[in-house]
């Protein structure tokens, strides 16, 4: 079945280092993804959209420079953190639209992300 | 503008007791899908169900029911006799007018044995 998958599921780092995440849909093709960003005890919020073969959607108040979105094919998506500090420490979710306007959506299994 | 609510930040029943979770919904939209989702310590959001705005209809899954209503925009999620492995987040969410997934502040369930 549809499944979206995430790499890796945990990482450390030191304050400074950039930190990609992976976001993969498997067997299925995924024009579309989004990212999440949940600090602990809150809610996902909104990151960005990314689009295939085009520029990232972020939302108000992300850092575009920041949080660099890639997608470079209909499969992959990739966030990378870039100059992670301890304060990007979250756990970071994606997530794919399985058909169009079915509401029909897979979430990775997330990345927890520790900047030390 | 969309928007969930879930006034209810912490619930603590103890085993087999009932527990309802709330879910209030803002959308201008005519056609929207409203979800909940289970995410254990581990993370991973576990998928409950998915409802569609023209499919008013409760339902009944094991000891899991949801009531849509849409005159009051709500989407109630109740847990029949619970157990201590219901213990967990629940987000309520919903996507309208494209496909990003808003979601609720969360429900934290703690069901003591």
């Known amino acids: 079945g549809a499944v979206v998958s995430q790499h890796p599921s945990w990482v450390i780092c030191k304050s400074g280092t950039s930190v990609k995440i992976e976001c993969r849909s498997l067997d299925f093709q995924a024009t579309t993804m989004f990212w999440y960003r949940q600090f602990p005890k809150q809610s996902l919020m909104l990151m960005a959209t990314?689009?295939?073969?085009?520029?990232?959607?972020?939302e108000q108040g992300v850092e575009k420079d920041k949080f660099l979105i890639n997608h470079a094919s209909l499969t992959l998506s990739t966030l990378t953190v870039t100059s992670a500090h301890p304060e990007d420490s979250s756990f970071y979710i994606c997530s794919a639209p399985f058909l169009l306007n079915t509401g029909e959506l897979f979430f990775g299994e997330g990345s927890r992300l520790t900047v030390l | 503008a969309q928007k969930v609510t879930q006034a209810q930040t912490e619930i603590s029943v103890v085993e087999k007791e009932d527990v309802t979770l709330d879910c209030v919904y803002e959308?201008?939209?005519?056609?929207?899908?409203l979800f909940w989702y289970k995410q254990p310590p581990s993370g991973e959001l576990v998928f409950l169900i998915r409802r569609n705005s023209f499919d008013e209809q409760n339902e009944i899954s094991g000891r899991y029911s949801w009531n849509f209503q849409k005159s009051t925009s709500s989407f109630n999620f109740t847990i029949t006799a619970s157990q201590v492995v219901d213990s967990a987040v629940y987000f309520c969410a919903l996507i309208a007018g494209g496909f990003k997934t808003i979601f609720g502040a969360g429900t934290r369930l703690f069901v003591k044995a």
């Open positions: 959308t201008r939209d005519t056609t929207y899908y």
């Open positions: 990314s689009n295939e073969g085009s520029k990232a959607t972020y």
